[in-house]
């Protein structure tokens, strides 16, 4: 059957009107392969469509990911659990489903540097990111700059509420260094805006009973956690630094042993 051209160019107008850009831009082809095939014309506009309903997807996911600010893009399924304590391969794929998210709870990566906590954390925005979630990572430190800097400006209240609209925020290494005295309470203002309301995900090097010398203060470190462990999922990890094996391994330190 042959093509009526007035007819095409009426219907590429109207998928650029309709903005299925990926149709457009493969109908000539798609009409040249279909006019040899004997199926259903119904088949065939399910699997066109289909393909533009991916391209969608992927690019809304690549967009998702920009706007998380992850340094570098990590999978789960490249995280060994198997020398770490503290973390079972059946726990990483429960926290791989992203069922915390829909129910809005926290997840806590405790323990000491070189297990990959940030790996995991890192694994997880970029999961949220490829399953419609929206996500945002940053450190510690560039937190607490952010939160400080806006107080200066005026602008704390603003600047907490763009914190509390990803469904996921992953804040990692705290710890690393203690709160001074402006710090902690912004800190806290950000957990208490977000409780129940959005996923809090963390890397700590620090024990819980450490929170009061991070904090400055046993008295908003205990506000703190009460609000962000009420529902919320713990993993103490424990091992050997993989960075530390690595260094063994190419003779950079002795090992711990000797």
């Known amino acids: 059957m042959k093509r009526n051209p007035a007819t095409l160019e009426i219907l590429k107008w109207q998928t ?3 903005g299925l850009s990926f149709i457009l831009g493969n109908l000539d082809t798609f009409l040249h392969e279909e006019s040899g095939k004997d199926r259903p014309l119904i088949d065939s506009l399910s699997e066109l469509f289909d393909l533009e309903i991916t391209q969608r997807k992927q690019r809304a996911a690549k967009a998702r990911l920009k706007m998380s600010n992850l340094p570098v893009v990590k999978t789960l399924e490249g995280f060994d659990a198997v020398h770490v304590d503290g973390i079972t391969g059946k726990q990483l794929t429960e926290l791989a489903t992203l069922a915390f998210l829909e129910r809005k709870e926290n997840v806590v990566l405790m323990g000491p540097s070189g297990l ?3 790996h ?5 925005c970029y999961r949220s990111c ?3 979630y929206t996500a945002y990572h940053l450190t510690c430190q560039d937190l607490m700059e952010k939160l400080v800097t806006a107080k200066q400006h005026n602008r704390l209240s603003r600047k907490i509420r763009a914190l509390c609209k990803p469904k996921l925020l992953a804040i990692d290494e705290i710890g690393y260094q203690n709160l001074t005295p402006e710090e902690a309470p ?3 203002q950000l957990v208490a805006e977000r409780y129940e309301k959005g996923s809090i995900l963390l890397t700590t090097n620090k024990s819980f009973g450490q929170w009061g010398e991070l904090m400055g203060e046993n008295a908003i470190a205990t506000a703190t956690l009460d609000r962000l462990l009420h529902h919320s999922q713990v993993y103490v990890l424990k091992g050997e630094s993989y960075r530390l094996k690595n260094r063994i391994k190419l003779g950079l330190v002795p090992p711990t042993n000797q």
């Open 16 to 18: 650029e009107e309709l």
């Open 116 to 118: 990959g906590k940030s």
């Open 120 to 124: 995991i954390l890192y694994g997880l």
């Open 130 to 132: 490829m399953e419609g």
């Open 186 to 188: 912004l800190f806290f």
